[in-house]
Nanobody
Framework: VQLQAFGGGLVEAGGSLRLTCAASRRIFSNNGMGWFRQAPGKEREFVSAINWNGGRTYHSDSVKGRFTISRDNAKGTVFLQMNNLKPEDTAIYYC?????????????????WGRGTQVTVSS
């Protein structure tokens, strides 16, 4: 297993969750990392991304100000802290490793994907 995401669950609106993605060193060391999500009946969409050294982060407009992406290169992990969750945040969340060192927002710029973790926000 090269990418493994966990930390999802059921939470009430306004609550918080922290997702973690563990990656093998081979695909993590110099790569940008991202989080995407897919809700039932919808296309997969970009959530957040971080470049190889954590110096640059990007968030979609829908989560800006509520979600924070970070990484611990020593441990090969990426985190997505999600605060003030809303029912529309309900989706399967996927972590992915980018082809390069930057933090793209397009799914085709990622070549490794982990299994998703379900996040459900109740109203």
């Amino acid at each position: 297993v090269q990418l493994q995401a966990f930390g999802g669950g059921l939470v009430e609106a306004g609550g918080s969750l922290r997702l973690t993605c563990a990656a093998s060193r081979r695909i993590f060391s110099n790569n940008g990392m991202g989080w995407f999500r897919q809700a039932p009946g919808k296309e997969r969409e970009f959530v957040s991304a971080i470049n190889w050294n954590g110096g640059r982060t990007y968030h979609s407009d829908s989560v800006k100000g509520r979600f924070t992406i970070s990484r611990d290169n020593a441990k090969g992990t990426v985190f997505l802290q999600m605060n003030n969750l809303k029912p529309e945040d309900t989706a399967i969340y996927y972590c992915a490793a980018a082809r390069g060192s930057q933090a793209p927002s397009t799914s085709t710029d990622y070549n490794y994907w982990g299994r998703g973790t379900q996040v459900t926000v109740s109203s």
